[in-house]
């Protein structure tokens, strides 16, 4: 299995300037765009704020990850053009569990989120442990 930790970039920011009901609505529209691009053997949920978990099943971090994105971003950008863009950490689930594979997935989108041009980023093998 793969996880995808998603995040919506200066997601603060819009809370901050344009209020907490725009907030709410930029949150909505993202569930809608993560609802729309998320296929029957995929889940999704929101984990906190701006953070949502994507979990799709039997898949590898290769090009399944890469397709996922690529469809999500294509749907918030047809509901929300003027909105925050989204990083993304990839993990694949090993042999260690699910929890490891969490750390890893959230360290890879911190990882994005740092780097202007690192959108999505695939875990490496420190992030594990």
Do not use: H
Not at 11 to 24: H, P, T, W
Not at 53 to 68: H, K, N, P, R, S
Request: charged share 30%.
């Amino acid at each position: 299995d793969l996880l995808i930790a998603l995040d919506l970039d200066d997601f603060k920011k819009v809370n901050a300037e344009d209020g907490r009901a725009a907030g709410d609505a930029v949150l909505r529209a993202f569930a809608r765009a993560l609802r729309a691009a998320t296929r029957a053997n995929e889940s999704c949920a929101r984990m906190r704020s701006d953070e949502f978990l994507v979990v799709l099943y039997q898949a590898d971090a290769g090009e399944t990850a890469m397709i996922f994105l690529d469809r999500l971003r294509r749907k918030w950008r047809e509901i929300a053009t003027s909105l925050p863009a989204f990083s993304a950490g990839i993990a694949q689930v090993g042999n260690e569990g699910w929890r490891p594979a969490m750390l890893a997935a959230d360290r890879a989108l911190q990882r994005a989120k740092a780097d202007p041009a690192g959108f999505w980023v695939t875990a490496c093998s420190d992030d594990y442990f």
